[in-house]
C-alpha cells in the first residue's frame, strides 16, 4: 500500500508530475521497492463528485496560469495544451492512442531535415504494446498502417459516432482508407490492477474533459493507482518552485509549497514530468541543465488543421467517442511537396469548444452567428495531425511579468514554418474534398496547431541536447525528464501513448543503471 | 438550413436523474445566479459592454437573459485567467478598460456619437471595423482591435452557450449522460433529445 515519508527521509526518487509522463514511471519505480514521492500541483478529483457534464465546470482541469502566446501563430493554452491536477493532462485528453510509424523516427535521415530520434521503434513497440493492455485501449482487430503487431488490442472498438460514420463516407468516395481508431477508452468494463471495476464508455463524448465513469484510460484509473498499490506516495496540491543542488553538481532536495507553506524534501533522483512549458520552465527558474542552452529552444506544436461543416442528418456531436475514425493514408503523401505527413480523424465536439472556435475564426457574429449555432446538432468535423519541424523561431522564454504566484510567466514563440504551410495547405484540399464528398454545407476552417513538444530535447550530443535518450540530463547526473519535451521531433500522432512508452523505458533504463548512475 | 428547438428542455432534464447530482447542481446554480451588479467595471462601461454584447449576441428569451456582462465582471474581479493570453495584448482587464474607451471613441470618430447611442446599423458598422482590425481612434493603438474583438466575442459566446438557456436555444442535451447514450448512429435520436421545430 501507499507509503508516507517524512520530510527527513531521503526519498529514492521525486517525480514532479503525474501525467502521461510521471504517472507510469512512478509506477514502475515503486514496484521496484524505490521509496518514491510524487509530487502534483493540482488536485486529486474525484470523477464522480468533482466533473460535471459541463464544459465551464471542468476549467479546473486546465494549467490556467497565464502564459504568453507570441509569434505569428501564436498557441493556446488552458484548454488547450495544457492540464493540472492527478493524472495531468490525460484527464481531459481525448484518448486517441494512435502508435508512431517507424519513419516518423527519422525525418533527417529521409528527408535531411529536422533530427533522427535516438531511440529504434521496436524498443518503443515494446512500450506501446505493455500499456495499450495495461491501461485498455480499444482498436480494430486489424490496423492498416504500420509494422504488424505483436497482439491486437485488448478490447473491440467503440461505438462509431456521427462525424466517424460520415468521414468513411466521404473517405470511401474520395478512394482514402479508414479505419475504427484506437482510443484508450473501455469498450468494455474490466478490472484495473490497483483500482477495481472501471466501467465500460457511455458514450458521452465528453472526453476533451474529464470522464466521470472512469472508463477513459486517464493516469488516475491506470498508472496512478498501480503506484500507490507498488507503496508510491502522492502528494497532490504540491507546487515545485525550486531544485536544489548541492556542492557536487546533484540535485540533493525539491522544494514545494503545499497549503501557503514551504516544504522541502530530500531525495537521491529527481524526475521531472511537468509538461513541455513548465518542465523547461521550472529549468529556467533554477538555472539548470542548461549548458548546452537548449532548455526552452524546438518548441513544436502539430499541424492541426480542422473542417468543419454542418450536415442534412442529425448527428448531435456530444454522442459517441470523438474520434472513432482514423486514416493514415496520408502519412506520406505520393504528391506531397513536404517533409513528414499527418493522420486524418473524425471529431465529435462538445458545444462551448465548438462555437468558441467558430467565434474566434468563422468570421460570423449577431444574428448570422445564432443561426449558425442552432446547426450544432448537425455539425462535424475532421482534422489532421500532423508533423511540425524544429525552427529557431520557435521557442519558449521566461517574460518580465510575473504570474498570480509571483513566478515569471512563460513567453512561448510559435510560427509555422514553410513545411507546415505546405502540408496544411494539402490537408485543407483533402479534408474539403473529403466533406463535400460526404454531403457537407457551410464548411468552414479552423487554423490550430496543438498538442506543445520539445523544448528540453533528447539526443546523443550533449552540446545540442538536454538530456541523452534514458531522459537524463548531461549536466545534472541525477535529474531525468520525462514527458513531451523530450521528443526530437513532432510525430504525426497524437502524443500520449508514446510519452507513457518513454516514461517506461526511462524508468526501465534508470533502474538497470542504477548502480553504476548511484555514484 | 435555420434549425429551432422547443424551450424548456434542459430545464426540465435537470429536474429528472438523466442528470449526475454533480451536473444539476452546476447548471442550477448557473441558471439560478442573480444578475450580478459589476464591482470591477465602472457604470459606464457596464452599460457600454452590455450594448456592445447586444449586438454580437442578441437575446430576446423571454425565459430570461444571460448575464453575460456579469460573468465576464466576476472573472476580472477575481483577476481569473483562462491560462494563456495573446502576447501582443494587454493583461486582460487592461484590454477591456481600453477596448471599451476605443470602442467609444470609433463610435464618435465614425458617426458623431458614443457606441451606445446609436442606431444598431452604425453600431453594427462600428463592430465591423473593430473585427477587421480597422476602426479609428487612438486608443486601439494600446490594444489590438482585431485581437480584441475575437476575445471579447469569444468569451461572451463562452458565457451564453454553457448557459442552459443557450443550451436549449442548440438543443444541446449532452449534460443528460446517466443513462449512457446507445444511439450513435446518424439521424438515430434517443427519447430525450429534442427534435428540432419548424
Same mark, same amino acid.
Request: proline content about 6%; some cysteine; hydrophobic content about 35%.
Given at each position: 500500500?501507499?507509503?508516507?515519508?517524512?520530510?527527513?527521509?531521503?526519498?529514492?526518487?521525486?517525480?514532479?508530475?503525474?501525467?502521461?509522463?510521471?504517472?507510469?514511471?512512478?509506477?514502475?519505480?515503486?514496484?521496484?521497492?524505490?521509496?518514491?514521492?510524487?509530487?502534483?500541483?493540482?488536485?486529486?478529483?474525484?470523477?464522480?463528485?468533482?466533473?460535471?457534464?459541463?464544459?465551464?465546470?471542468?476549467?479546473?482541469?486546465?494549467?490556467?496560469?497565464?502564459?504568453?502566446?507570441?509569434?505569428?501563430?501564436?498557441?493556446?493554452?488552458?484548454?488547450?495544451?495544457?492540464?493540472?491536477?492527478?493524472?495531468?493532462?490525460?484527464?481531459?485528453?481525448?484518448?486517441?492512442?494512435?502508435?508512431?510509424?517507424?519513419?516518423?523516427?527519422?525525418?533527417?535521415?529521409?528527408?535531411?531535415?529536422?533530427?533522427?530520434?535516438?531511440?529504434?521503434?521496436?524498443? %518503443?513497440?515494446?512500450?506501446?504494446?505493455?500499456?495499450?493492455?495495461?491501461?485498455?485501449?480499444?482498436?480494430?482487430?486489424?490496423?492498416?498502417?504500420?509494422?504488424?503487431?505483436?497482439?491486437?488490442?485488448?478490447?473491440?472498438?467503440?461505438?462509431?459516432?456521427?462525424?466517424?460514420?460520415?468521414?468513411?463516407?466521404?473517405?470511401?468516395?474520395?478512394?482514402?482508407?479508414?479505419?475504427?481508431?484506437?482510443?484508450?477508452?473501455?469498450?468494455?468494463?474490466?478490472?484495473?490492477?490497483?483500482?477495481?471495476?472501471?466501467?465500460?464508455?457511455?458514450?458521452?463524448?465528453?472526453?476533451?474533459?474529464?470522464?466521470?465513469?472512469?472508463?477513459?484510460?486517464?493516469?488516475?484509473?491506470?498508472?496512478?493507482?498501480?503506484?500507490?498499490?507498488?507503496?508510491?506516495?502522492?502528494?497532490?496540491?504540491?507546487?515545485? =518552485?525550486?531544485?536544489?543542488?548541492?556542492?557536487?553538481?546533484?540535485?540533493?532536495?525539491?522544494?514545494?509549497?503545499?497549503?501557503?507553506?514551504?516544504?522541502?524534501?530530500?531525495?537521491?533522483?529527481?524526475?521531472?514530468?511537468?509538461?513541455?512549458?513548465?518542465?523547461?520552465?521550472?529549468?529556467?527558474?533554477?538555472?539548470?541543465?542548461?549548458?548546452?542552452?537548449?532548455?526552452?529552444?524546438?518548441?513544436?506544436?502539430?499541424?492541426?488543421?480542422?473542417?468543419?461543416?454542418?450536415?442534412?442528418?442529425?448527428?448531435?456531436?456530444?454522442?459517441?467517442?470523438?474520434?472513432?475514425?482514423?486514416?493514415?493514408?496520408?502519412?506520406?503523401?505520393?504528391?506531397?511537396?513536404?517533409?513528414?505527413?499527418?493522420?486524418?480523424?473524425?471529431?465529435?465536439?462538445?458545444?462551448?469548444?465548438?462555437?468558441?472556435?467558430?467565434?474566434?475564426?468563422?468570421?460570423?457574429?449577431?444574428?448570422?452567428?445564432?443561426?449558425?449555432?442552432?446547426?450544432?446538432?448537425?455539425?462535424?468535423?475532421?482534422? %489532421?495531425?500532423?508533423?511540425?519541424?524544429?525552427?529557431?523561431?520557435?521557442?519558449?522564454?521566461?517574460?518580465?511579468?510575473?504570474?498570480?504566484?509571483?513566478?515569471?510567466?512563460?513567453?512561448?514563440?510559435?510560427?509555422?514554418?514553410?513545411?507546415?504551410?505546405?502540408?496544411?495547405?494539402?490537408?485543407?484540399?483533402?479534408?474539403?474534398?473529403?466533406?463535400?464528398?460526404?454531403?457537407?454545407?457551410? %464548411?468552414?476552417?479552423?487554423?490550430?496547431?496543438?498538442?506543445?513538444?520539445? =523544448?528540453?530535447?533528447?539526443?546523443?550530443?550533449?552540446?545540442?541536447?538536454?538530456?541523452?535518450?534514458?531522459?537524463?540530463?548531461?549536466?545534472?547526473?541525477?535529474?531525468?525528464?520525462?514527458?513531451?519535451?523530450?521528443?526530437?521531433?513532432?510525430?504525426?500522432?497524437?502524443?500520449?501513448?508514446? %510519452?507513457?512508452?518513454?516514461?517506461?523505458?526511462?524508468?526501465?533504463?534508470?533502474?538497470?543503471?542504477?548502480?553504476?548512475?548511484?555514484? | 438550413?435555420?434549425?429551432?428547438?422547443?424551450?424548456?428542455?434542459?430545464?426540465?432534464?435537470?429536474?429528472?436523474?438523466?442528470?449526475?447530482?454533480?451536473?444539476?447542481?452546476?447548471?442550477?446554480?448557473?441558471?439560478?445566479?442573480?444578475?450580478?451588479?459589476?464591482?470591477?467595471?465602472?457604470?459606464?462601461?457596464?452599460?457600454?459592454?452590455?450594448?456592445?454584447?447586444?449586438?454580437?449576441?442578441?437575446?430576446?428569451?423571454?425565459?430570461?437573459?444571460?448575464?453575460?456582462?456579469?460573468?465576464?465582471?466576476?472573472?476580472?474581479?477575481?483577476?481569473?485567467?483562462?491560462?494563456?493570453?495573446?502576447?501582443?495584448?494587454?493583461?486582460?482587464?487592461?484590454?477591456?478598460?481600453?477596448?471599451?474607451?476605443?470602442?467609444?471613441?470609433?463610435?464618435?470618430?465614425?458617426?458623431?456619437?458614443?457606441?451606445?447611442?446609436?442606431?444598431?446599423?452604425?453600431?453594427?458598422?462600428?463592430?465591423?471595423?473593430?473585427?477587421?482590425?480597422?476602426?479609428?481612434?487612438?486608443?486601439?493603438?494600446?490594444?489590438?482591435?482585431?485581437?480584441?474583438?475575437?476575445?471579447?466575442?469569444?468569451?461572451?459566446?463562452?458565457?451564453?452557450?454553457?448557459?442552459?438557456?443557450?443550451?436549449?436555444?442548440?438543443?444541446?442535451?449532452?449534460?443528460?449522460?446517466?443513462?449512457?447514450?446507445?444511439?450513435?448512429?446518424?439521424?438515430?435520436?434517443?427519447?430525450?433529445?429534442?427534435?428540432?421545430?419548424?
Amino acid at each position: 500500500m501507499s507509503n508516507q515519508y517524512s520530510l527527513n527521509d531521503t526519498v529514492d526518487a521525486i517525480v514532479i508530475g503525474t501525467g502521461a509522463g510521471g504517472a507510469p514511471l512512478l509506477a514502475r519505480l515503486a514496484a521496484a521497492g524505490l521509496k518514491v514521492v510524487a509530487l502534483e500541483a493540482g488536485q486529486y478529483w474525484d470523477p464522480k463528485k468533482d466533473f460535471p457534464t459541463d464544459e465551464v465546470g471542468q476549467d479546473k482541469l486546465f494549467w490556467n496560469d497565464e502564459r504568453l502566446s507570441a509569434g505569428t501563430d501564436p498557441v493556446p493554452f488552458g484548454s488547450n495544451n495544457s492540464g493540472i491536477g492527478v493524472g495531468g493532462s490525460t484527464l481531459h485528453y481525448t484518448a486517441y492512442t494512435p502508435r508512431v510509424q517507424p519513419d516518423d523516427l527519422q525525418l533527417k535521415t529521409d528527408f535531411g531535415v529536422g533530427v533522427d530520434w535516438p531511440i529504434s521503434f521496436d524498443e %518503443i513497440a515494446t512500450y506501446y504494446d505493455e500499456i495499450e493492455h495495461f491501461i485498455g485501449v480499444s482498436g480494430p482487430s486489424e490496423y492498416p498502417w504500420g509494422p504488424a503487431r505483436k497482439r491486437s488490442y485488448p478490447m473491440p472498438p467503440l461505438p462509431i459516432n456521427g462525424a466517424g460514420q460520415l468521414m468513411e463516407r466521404g473517405c470511401e468516395a474520395v478512394g482514402i482508407k479508414t479505419s475504427l481508431a484506437a482510443n484508450a477508452a473501455l469498450s468494455a468494463g474490466r478490472h484495473q490492477e490497483g483500482l477495481g471495476h472501471r466501467a465500460a464508455c457511455a458514450n458521452r463524448g465528453f472526453c476533451q474533459a474529464g470522464c466521470n465513469v472512469g472508463a477513459k484510460s486517464s493516469m488516475d484509473v491506470t498508472y496512478i493507482p498501480l503506484a500507490l498499490s507498488k507503496g508510491a506516495e502522492l502528494r497532490s496540491e504540491c507546487y515545485v =518552485t525550486q531544485l536544489v543542488k548541492n556542492s557536487s553538481g546533484r540535485i540533493s532536495e525539491v522544494v514545494y509549497l503545499q497549503n501557503g507553506q514551504e516544504k522541502r524534501q530530500k531525495c537521491n533522483y529527481v524526475f521531472l514530468c511537468a509538461g513541455a512549458i513548465e518542465t523547461p520552465r521550472l529549468l529556467m527558474l533554477n538555472q539548470l541543465a542548461n549548458s548546452s542552452g537548449q532548455v526552452g529552444r524546438n518548441f513544436m506544436a502539430h499541424t492541426g488543421l480542422q473542417i468543419w461543416g454542418e450536415f442534412d442528418e442529425d448527428i448531435r456531436p456530444y454522442k459517441g467517442i470523438p474520434g472513432s475514425v482514423i486514416s493514415e493514408d496520408t502519412h506520406r503523401p505520393d504528391d506531397a511537396d513536404f517533409a513528414g505527413g499527418y493522420l486524418l480523424q473524425s471529431i465529435g465536439v462538445m458545444p462551448v469548444t465548438y462555437l468558441q472556435q467558430m467565434a474566434r475564426q468563422r468570421g460570423l457574429w449577431g444574428e448570422a452567428f445564432k443561426q449558425a449555432a442552432r446547426a450544432y446538432n448537425h455539425v462535424a468535423g475532421i482534422n %489532421i495531425l500532423g508533423d511540425c519541424l524544429p525552427y529557431d523561431f520557435n521557442y519558449m522564454e521566461l517574460s518580465d511579468e510575473k504570474d498570480g504566484r509571483g513566478i515569471p510567466k512563460p513567453r512561448v514563440h510559435f510560427t509555422n514554418g514553410e513545411n507546415e504551410h505546405r502540408m496544411t495547405a494539402h490537408a485543407d484540399k483533402i479534408m474539403r474534398q473529403i466533406w463535400e464528398a460526404a454531403g457537407a454545407k457551410n %464548411i468552414w476552417a479552423y487554423q490550430r496547431n496543438a498538442h506543445i513538444i520539445g =523544448t528540453c530535447r533528447m539526443g546523443h550530443d550533449g552540446g545540442a541536447n538536454v538530456v541523452n535518450a534514458d531522459g537524463q540530463s548531461f549536466d545534472v547526473p541525477n535529474l531525468f525528464i520525462s514527458d513531451n519535451s523530450t521528443f526530437p521531433s513532432a510525430l504525426a500522432v497524437n502524443p500520449a501513448l508514446t %510519452i507513457m512508452a518513454l516514461s517506461l523505458r526511462t524508468a526501465d533504463q534508470f533502474l538497470a543503471n542504477r548502480n553504476r548512475l548511484n555514484v | 438550413m435555420d434549425y429551432h428547438y422547443p424551450a424548456g428542455t434542459v430545464r426540465a432534464l435537470l429536474q429528472t436523474d438523466d442528470v449526475t447530482e454533480a451536473t444539476r447542481q452546476t447548471l442550477t446554480e448557473r441558471l439560478e445566479k442573480p444578475r450580478r451588479q459589476p464591482t470591477f467595471f465602472q457604470p459606464d462601461e457596464a452599460e457600454l459592454l452590455t450594448c456592445i454584447i447586444d449586438r454580437l449576441l442578441p437575446q430576446d428569451n423571454p425565459a430570461g437573459r444571460i448575464d453575460i456582462v456579469g460573468v465576464i465582471d466576476e472573472r476580472l474581479t477575481g483577476n481569473q485567467s483562462d491560462g494563456w493570453r495573446y502576447d501582443s495584448m494587454p493583461a486582460d482587464r487592461d484590454a477591456y478598460r481600453l477596448g471599451l474607451k476605443a470602442t467609444d471613441e470609433s463610435a464618435v470618430a465614425l458617426y458623431g456619437a458614443p457606441f451606445c447611442e446609436l442606431p444598431t446599423e452604425q453600431q453594427d458598422e462600428v463592430l465591423n471595423a473593430i473585427q477587421a482590425g480597422t476602426p479609428p481612434g487612438i486608443t486601439w493603438q494600446q490594444v489590438p482591435a482585431d485581437r480584441f474583438f475575437e476575445e471579447l466575442f469569444a468569451e461572451t459566446v463562452g458565457a451564453y452557450y454553457s448557459h442552459p438557456l443557450g443550451q436549449e436555444e442548440i438543443g444541446y442535451v449532452g449534460m443528460a449522460d446517466v443513462p449512457t447514450w446507445q444511439r450513435t448512429k446518424l439521424n438515430d435520436l434517443e427519447a430525450r433529445e429534442p427534435r428540432p421545430i419548424n
